[in-house]
């Protein structure tokens, strides 16, 4: 299997830009995950899918956050507009079954925005 | 979730064991201990983790205190790959509803040559 896939793992932007992320989760896993990681923060999870079903967003920041989930293949997080704050890293991760314990992380996609 | 406390960082001389500690004393009966680490630019990276009895699997070992208020994660022979974060966190395994995470600090595992 090729992992956790993540897209772009660069993403450079200007503030009030609408920033993308994608992910594909391991094929078979029903559970998904977003985290964002930065050095005042850590890692922080942002929001988790069971069943392409968002089950909790609580730790997403403010309103300009947005994450969907179409199919078990594709997730996407979405920042509108976005802000020099929002630079960090943010992880995709995937689990199977076991809910949130043994989770699968992607490569990151590093975000600056200007 | 119950809170865990890891020493900031720590070394260890490649060839030799690394004890990593985590104090978790306010952890419930049925919350897990987890141990990630985190290699540098990579994503975190699932190692092992258990309930009460001790676990091995080929990364490495998990001793869990009797009391279950602190566990260690044992790398037997540490080589430079191995430096990285090690985040420690306890979870109630299978649990529904909201799930929010902080991975907090976690230890910074120096190998030394």
Not at chain 1, 46 to 70: C, H, Q, T, W
Not at chain 2, 37 to 43: D, E, K, L, P, V
Not at chain 2, 76 to 91: G, Q, S
């Amino acid at each position: 299997d090729a992992g956790v896939i993540q897209s772009p793992r660069h993403e450079v932007t200007e503030m009030g830009q609408e920033v993308t992320l994608r992910c594909k989760p391991i094929s078979g896993h029903d559970y998904l995950f977003w985290y964002r990681q930065t050095m005042m923060r850590g890692l922080e999870l942002l929001i988790y899918f069971n069943n392409n079903v968002p089950i909790d967003d609580s730790g997403m920041p403010e309103d300009r956050f947005s994450a969907k989930m179409p199919n078990a293949s594709f997730s996407t997080l979405k920042i509108q507009p976005s802000e020099p704050r929002d630079s960090a890293v943010y992880f995709c991760a995937s689990s199977a079954g076991t809910g949130w314990g043994t989770q699968y992380f992607g490569p990151g996609t590093r975000l600056l925005v200007l | 979730d119950a809170k865990t406390t890891q020493p900031t960082s720590m070394d260890c001389a490649e060839g030799r064991a690394a004890n990593l500690p985590c104090n978790h004393s306010t952890i419930s009966g049925n919350e897990y201990v987890y141990w990630y680490r985190q290699i540098h630019s990579q994503g975190p990276q699932y190692i092992i983790h258990g309930l009460k009895n001790n676990e091995t699997n080929e990364m490495a070992s998990l001793i869990i205190t009797e009391d279950r208020k602190s566990s260690t994660l044992i790398l037997p022979h540490a080589t430079l790959r191995d430096t990285a974060v090690y985040y420690c966190i306890v979870r109630v395994e299978n649990s529904g509803g909201y799930q929010k995470v902080t991975f907090g600090t976690g230890t910074k595992l120096q190998v030394i040559p």
